[in-house]
């Protein structure tokens, strides 16, 4: 229970995904606008991550590892996240259409995403067990989830500053995930 713990405040909080190890930075700063959308992206990514650490561990631990073909795991790691991307996408487009329409091309960029992929990765790294993976997962997914809420209702708010015009766009942008990566390397020391 306690490397459980370990494993989900380190994921979330102290080596954000984003935020400490830049990985998804793409969806990061192109949904991040509207805290709407944001949230929508981020839920799609939890889901997505979350479920495919589970698959890739179970992949990985009775299939790839048994049958001595692990090196194939990135090839069948991208072709379960490939999968379950368009799972999400068809049930968005289905019951969430007003969602699918604001994420756009965003969406199927989950799939190449490289903070999913970089979670099956390296739960096999960390050699995590079929849970840990899950929730290792979990708490990476929850990580990327607060970072770009975050970012979006910090965007919202830039809207309406006067901001100097060279800094206008995607300057301000950056050196304010550069200030919030500073911020969450404050948490570095808890664990």
């Given at each position: 229970m306690t490397q459980?713990?370990?494993?989900?405040?380190?994921?979330?909080?102290?080596?954000?995904?984003?935020?400490?190890?830049?990985?998804?930075?793409?969806?990061?700063?192109?949904v991040s606008k509207k805290v709407d959308t944001a949230a929508g992206m981020g839920a799609a990514v939890?889901?997505?991550?979350?479920?495919?650490?589970?698959?890739?561990?179970?992949?990985?631990?009775?299939i790839l590892d048994p049958l001595?073909?692990?090196?194939?795991?990135?090839?069948?790691?991208?072709?379960?996240?490939?999968?379950l991307v368009q799972f999400?996408?068809?049930?968005?487009?289905?019951?969430?259409?007003?969602?699918?329409?604001s994420l756009g091309v965003y969406l199927p960029l989950i799939t190449t995403n490289c903070a999913v992929l970089g979670v099956a990765l390296n739960s096999v790294t960390y050699e995590y067990n079929i849970l840990e993976s899950t929730v290792y997962g979990l708490?990476?997914?929850?990580?990327?989830?607060?970072?770009?809420?975050?970012?979006a209702g910090i965007r919202?708010?830039?809207?309406?500053?006067?901001?100097?015009?060279?800094?206008?766009?995607?300057?301000?942008?950056?050196?304010?995930?550069?200030l919030m990566s500073i911020a969450f390397f404050g948490f570095s020391g808890i664990i």
């Open positions: 459980l713990l370990l494993i989900l405040i380190g994921s979330s909080i102290v080596n954000n995904v984003v935020l400490s190890q830049f990985l998804g930075i793409c969806p990061f700063l192109g939890m889901f997505v991550t979350t479920l495919a650490a589970f698959v890739t561990s179970v992949i990985y631990k009775f001595d073909v692990t090196y194939l795991r990135t090839i069948v790691f991208i072709v379960v996240i490939a999968s999400v996408e068809m049930f968005l487009k289905k019951f969430m259409y007003s969602l699918y329409e708490a990476t997914a929850a990580g990327f989830f607060v970072a770009i809420v975050i970012m919202e708010k830039i809207e309406y500053n006067d901001v100097p015009q060279t800094f206008k766009g995607s300057a301000i942008v950056l050196v304010t995930a550069g």
